[in-house]
């Protein structure tokens, strides 16, 4: 065993993936726990379709393709994504979930008709912006490493430092509110920290999967546990493992992408916690019920037969 993943680490390349994708599900699953919570899982989506634009704004600006510059396209087109859907809930009766689905669309529209002109331009193929869509992660290099990095510890030390105002928040806005918190300020925060988290993961898996990272973690985390310190953990550990699993499969099989493989590791991660999970799980509510229809039949019967003794009683009291 220690051979073989010995073996899978002795390429420099596949150790840098590893270690991305690690932190890549960490912090995903870290911040996504809030999102979910907050019964915003389709922000996520909303915010990486919408890096589309930006990714391509910041290559037809500069007509270079440097890695950085395309994150913080993302990163500004993200930011004015969140922007928009708050503008739209404000000043509209839409309500939020319209207003991301309106966003999503308009944004990735935008993008791919931003991307097409670009791939039928001159400098169109050295862009290598169609990576971005289904993510690249075997291009991951050391510096992107690092960058994976920092955004991990900022992500944990931000969700540390503002733990007790992101859980009341996310449960209680209104009782927030009335304790004097500025609940604005901190959905925004958290929007940013998603916002972040969502740019970071682009490269490796992709606009159209990264908000599976966000979500899908936090949702296998939610089956097993009431705590949210303990949610927050296990989303974490649920999204690295996810990452490590996606990144070692793309090793051992040929011409199997990475980012796809991670979400598919993540899903399968989710259904097996919503089946065996010891409250929430599928098969323990079925067990649950199963005990809850004995007792009743078990009661029921017991009723039954002393109804009958005491009308064998009172008859026999008769005669």
Known sequence: MWNWIAAILSDPNTRWILLGCLLLGFSSGIIGSFTFLRRQSLMGDTLAHAALPGICIAFMLTETKSVGLFLFGALVAGIVATFGIS?????????????????????????????TRIQHGASGSQS???KYLFGQ??????????????VCL??????LAWFKEFKLVSFDPGFARGMGLPVGMLEQLILLLTVIAVVAGIQAVGVVLVAALLVTPAAAARCWTDSLSLMVLLAGV?????GATGTIFSTLVP???????????????????????????????RLRSMQAKSAYLREEHATLQTLSAQRAQQERGEL
């Open 87 to 115: 503008w739209i809930t404000r000043y509209s009766r839409i309500k939020q979930d319209a207003a991301m689905g309106i966003v999503l669309t308009v944004f990735f529209g935008i993008g791919v008709v931003m991307l």
């Open 154 to 159: 900022v992500l944990l030390i931000a969700c």
């Open 238 to 242: 649920f999204g690295a493992l996810s």
């Open 255 to 285: 011409n199997l992408p990475t980012g796809p493989v991670t979400v598919l590791a993540a899903t399968v991660l989710f259904a097996g916690s919503a089946l065996l999970a010891p409250r929430r799980g599928l098969l323990a509510r």
């Open 128 to 130: 290598g912006l169609d």
């Open 137 to 150: 992660a075997a291009s991951m290099v050391m510096t992107d490493v690092y960058v994976m990095g920092g």
